[in-house]
Each structure stands twice: as C-alpha cells, then as structure tokens.
C-alpha cells in the first residue's frame, strides 16, 4: 500500500540520535559492492536494446506474467514502505496487516481479472493515456499533470528518508547517500528504461527476501513460536479484526467500516488499479493472458510479505529490552529510537558482520526499486502524456527515446532538490503524501466508472475526477483548521488521522461517481463505435482458447483469494 | 527478450552466497563468539549456502531455458 495512508510515522529519525547502529566491516562492504555492480550492469547491457520509444516506456511489451508480477509488487515495496510498516506493526500490532491483506489483495485481483482487460486491448501506454481514449484531453491533462508532479515530490520524500535511515543506521552522510543511490538509478533507468527498471526490481525484489527473512526466523526461534509470541504481547496485538468493533477498541483508534470501505475498498483499489507507477509494470506484458496473470502472481507474493514486515515489527514487541518511541519522542530524546528503526534494530540483533551487509543491501535494494518505478513512470507520462500532445506533437520516435532519458535524469534531479527541501523543513513530507492522497480515490471513481457503464461522457468523467479531487482537498483543509471536523469527516469525534484519511477517500470517491453519473446522464454519450476496445459491453474480449484449467488466470484468482480469506480466518 | 533475468540473478545470489560460505568458515574458527548474537548458529555459513543453493538454482534455470527452442522459451 502506499505510504500515504500511514502519515504518522513520518518523518523518520532526528538530529538528536547521534549514535549509529551498526558498522559495516569488509566483507559487508563487498557485498553491497556487488550489488551495486549488478543493478548497473543490467542497465548497460540492457541499453543495446533500448532504440525505440517503446522500447524505452513500455519494455517493448515482452514481459512474462513472472516478470511482470514480481516488478508490479516491488515497484510497490520501497524501503519506506518496509521500515515504516514494521514500525506499524510495532506501535499498532497485527492491524498493520490490514495494508497487506484487505488494502491490496481484493485490489489486485480485481486488477488482473476485470480491469486489465480494457487497459491491456486498448492498446495505452499509460493511465492518463487511457483516460484520454476513453474520456477525452481534460481528463488525461488532469491526471497525467497531477500524477507527473506527485510522483516526482514522492520519489523525493522516499529519498531523503532513505537518506535518514543510513545515517541512523550506518552513520552516512545525508549528501553521500541522496547522491549515490540516485545516481546509480538514474544511470540503470536512462540507460535500459523501462526494462532495465523492470529487471531490477525482480532482482532487488530477491534480495529484498534474502536480506530480511533472517529477522522472522531468527525471531521466531527466540522467542519459541506464534503461541508464546502472542502469550508475551497480548491478543490485542495479534488479532486482527476482533478489536475493530469500535473506534475506542484498537490502537488504531479506526472502526472495521473504515477499514473495509475505506481502506480495502476505495484506497487500495484506487491505488493499485489506477496509480500508473504500479499499472506501468504490468501494461509490459507480453500478452493478454500475462497481464492477467501479472497481478495475481503479485498478490500471492503480497500476502507473504508481512512476513519480513509485520513480523519483525511483533517480534521487536516481543524480544526488544528498550522500548521504542515515537518519533516525536525520538527527536527530543538522545539514545532514544523510534518505532520506524524497529527493523534495522532487530537486523542488528541478529545479523553480524557478512549478513548485516545483505541485509543493508535489502534496504538499498527497496529504495532503488520504489525510486526507479517513480521515475519510470513519471518519465512516461510526462513524454506520452505532456510532451507529446500538449508541447510537441510531431516529432521523430527518436526525439521521444532521448525526450525518455532526459525526463529520467531530470527526474531525479528534481527529486533531489525535493529531498532537500524536505531536510529543511521535514513537515513538507506530511504534505506531500497527503497531496498525493487526493488524487487516488477519485481516480479510481473515473477509471472504474470509464470501464464498466458505456453511458459515462467524457464531461461527466472530466467534472466528477475534479470534483473529486476539489472536495478531498476541502475535506483536509477542514480538518487542517477545525480539527473537531474529524467527527463529521470520519464519522466520529475518537477517529485518528489515519482513520480520517480512509474516510476521506470514500467520500471524495463517492463525490467522484455521483458528479459523473449526473454530468453523464445530462451529456451527450460517445457513439459505441468509439468505445469499442475500452468498455464492457463494447469489447470483444478474446477468448482465452482451449487451456486446461491450471493455466487460467481466474483459476489462481480463485485460490489466491482463498488464502487470503483463510489468513484472515486464522489471525481473526 | 535477449537477457533472461534468471542469469543475473542466479549469478548474484551464489556469488554472494559463496562469499557468506567462505566468511562464516573463517570465522568460525577466529571468531566463534560472533555468533552469540544469532543464537549460537553460525547463520553466514547456512544463509551462504541457502543462497547459492538457489543461486544455482536459478542460473541452472535460465541456462536450461536458453539452450531450448525459442519458441517454448518463456
């Protein structure tokens, strides 16, 4: 799930912890050397077969649903996302699955299964790119200038975080880190494109698992299993949906309505069906069956995941002898650290020299995978969805290849520049995610609406996507000023920030289906013949021909779904 | 696609797993103590060779995939 849903554990680390965790000796060294030579290595040799623009933005379309699937989910798991949701785990307990279950796995079948179709056929490079074959140029303008500047502010705010941990943790330099780690992606992302951003990610995707499933093992041998966990953090920690009777039950302070609706419903589909940086991966599918596949072989991936995340983060619970902070706490206190550092504090407790550097490995290797899928995609809406229609029309297939590069290393740049704004003043983080949070859910209304009902108009999904947007932003500002606003925004006076962003996102995703539905009902349709390849009931899906069951798509739909229900059976 | 990404990764992972065989065989005998912290288990030896297992394991993988026909490589 993106990080902006969780505003509270940003921003990480303060002035004020001057002593570092760990030191690395020769041998870790060597490792994260290695690393380092094989994520640049793949992008040069990958440049050879990068000479066109499609090449450069969509992969050539060649990827296998394996490819496609791992890079779909770790474009996603950027070092943020793991060290800020063990943290999670840590402060607020098993709930902390719900970003990994509820909050993405619905979505991602729903993805491969129903919308993935009318992305794939209709032939687009791009979210706002189907926006405007499906809606018209308002609405791809819209969504390709919100997406290209939140994008590039996120992969900014993800840097210098990074940045942040390796000073805590390694005692580096903030300019040392921001500089390395963007130079190299920049360097594998401008050379290889697309596919060199793709191939990584499987790789850093590995490593991500070779570096961090010690801690689970490791933990779970120390403290002597899931029964003597539980007897030692308590049962409000380790079920997951028998607390949520009530906002005043759970740490969390959230009711299940907000996380069922709000959550599994509006955000995380918004997310994972709409946010381009995650679609981009699986519009390079070779085929139409691969892309249906893609997002399942991710969320089957996805529901593993919590645990190197949210284990850890239980475990530190557990087996910690200090306790953890929070960040407010951590800033002010020297020695103390915060619930954010939980896992690289636990890869201290167990990993010594040799391993430590696989595991710091890990953590680079996220950074670089959530910091190419930005600039991967922010490059591609800028050339195919600014540039071209709006800056430069005509221009040769070449002028849009070296237009890719440039954008990538632009990209970047501004992303540093972002980073050190955000080092100035570290409340600028809390902004940007919340900005990126208002675009979302709207998103989503447009897209899903665009899909499945021919009736919608382009101005019925033009005005409802900034309605959308407008009354999420006035929902914020609400409760920015009046903070009692909360009980109406998140229907009651006891909700937490997190809470109230889940809520937000509903209205403003219902405010989105309603504006377009009404626009559309008093606006002239699109002939059928115009919508032919883009919306149910006016696409000819192709058959999937004479497979047995176990190659199909919906089959694995099926039984990812349920192991999903039965996790959620069994931590109940 | 010309590079099958099961080489690269087959290739790294047992490049590092060989180095964390070798360090944990070393300091094994120099250093026992260093594995205090893992519980008394010497886990660069065992995660070293986890590692290139499946490093192996992959490289075997692409190399098997580049020798058949292109037309059943996936």
């Known amino acids: ?572 | 696609m010309n590079l099958d990404i099961r080489l690269p990764i087959g290739l790294l992972f047992a490049i590092l797993g060989g180095l964390l065989i070798v360090y944990g065989l070393w300091t094994q005998f120099s250093d026992p103590n260093m594995y205090d912290r893992s519980l008394g288990l010497n886990i660069n030896l065992w995660w070293g060779l986890v590692m290139s297992l499946f490093g192996t394991f992959m490289t075997w993988l692409g190399r098997k995939g580049a020798t058949e026909k292109p037309q059943q490589a996936h």
Request: charged share 10%.
């Open chain 1, 1 to 572: 799930m993106p990080s902006f849903a969780l505003p509270s554990f940003l921003p990480l680390a303060a002035e004020a912890v001057t002593q570092k965790l760990v030191t690395l000796g020769v041998s870790d060294i060597l490792i994260i050397v290695g690393y380092f030579a094989m994520v640049l290595g793949i992008g040069w040799y990958l440049k050879k077969q990068t000479t066109t623009s499609e090449d450069f933005f969509m992969a050539g379309r060649e990827m296998t649903a394996w490819i496609a699937g791992l890079s779909f989910l770790s474009a996603n798991l950027g070092s943020l996302e793991l060290m800020g949701w063990a943290g999670s785990a840590y402060q607020y307990g098993i709930l902390a699955t719900h970003w990994y279950w509820i909050g993405a796995i619905p979505a991602m079948l729903f993805l491969g299964i129903v919308m993935m179709p009318f992305y794939y056929i209709s032939k687009t490079h791009s979210v706002p790119g189907y926006l405007q074959l499906r809606f018209g140029e308002d609405s791809r303008a819209f969504a390709a200038i919100s997406f290209a500047f939140m994008t590039i502010l996120m992969s900014g705010v993800n840097m210098f975080s990074m940045a942040k941990v390796m000073e805590v943790v390694l005692g580096w330099d903030l300019n040392f880190s921001i500089w390395i780690s963007s130079i190299t992606v920049a360097a594998y992302v401008a050379l290889g494109g697309l596919k060199s951003a793709i191939f990584n990610e499987v790789l850093q995707f590995m490593l991500i698992w070779a570096g961090a499933a010690l801690i689970p093992i490791m933990g779970m041998i120390e403290v002597g299993g899931w029964a003597n966990l539980q007897a030692k953090i308590g049962a409000s920690y380790t079920h997951a949906w028998s607390t949520l009777g009530s906002f005043q039950d759970n740490p969390m302070g959230i009711h299940w309505t907000g996380i069922v609706f709000g959550l599994g419903f509006v955000i995380s589909f918004g997310y994972w069906t709409t946010d381009f940086l995650v679609v981009q991966r699986v519009l390079a599918a070779k085929d139409l069956r691969s892309a249906k596949m893609a997002p399942i072989i991710g969320a089957a991936f996805k529901m593993a995941v919590p645990l190197i995340v949210i284990l850890p983060g239980l475990l530190g619970l557990g087996v910690l002898d200090v306790k953890l902070v929070p960040e407010s706490v951590a800033k002010v206190t020297p020695g103390a650290h915060s619930y954010n550092e939980v896992l690289p504090i636990m890869m201290a407790r167990y990993m010594g020299p040799g391993l430590l550097g696989l595991g710091i490995t890990a953590l680079i290797a996220g950074f670089m995978a959530g910091m190419a899928g930005n600039v991967s995609a922010f490059a591609t809406v800028w050339t195919y969805d600014i540039y071209r229609p709006f800056l430069n029309k005509k221009a040769s297939d070449a002028h849009y290849l070296s237009m890719g590069r440039w954008c990538t290393i632009i990209g970047i740049f501004v992303s540093i520049g972002t980073a050190y704004m955000v080092m100035r003043a570290e409340s600028i983080m809390d902004y940007v995610q919340a900005l990126f949070s208002f675009f979302i859910a709207p998103l989503f209304g447009t897209v899903i609406l665009g899909m499945l009902w021919k009736r919608a108009t382009p101005a019925g999904g033009f005005w409802g996507l900034l309605a959308g947007t407008v009354c999420s932003i006035l929902m914020w500002l609400w409760v920015l000023f009046d903070e009692t606003a909360i009980r109406y925004v998140a229907l009651s006076p006891h909700a937490k920030p997190m809470a109230e962003n889940m809520y937000r996102a509903l209205w403003s995703w219902i405010i989105c289906v309603a504006v377009t539905v009404v626009v559309s009902l008093y606006t002239r349709p699109k002939p059928d013949e115009q919508l032919t390849g883009l919306v149910y009931g006016a696409t000819p899906i192709p058959g999937e021909g004479d497979v047995p069951f176990w190659l199909r798509p919906i089959f694995w739909a099926g039984m990812v779904a349920a192991v999903f229900v039965a996790l959620n059976v069994v931590f109940w």
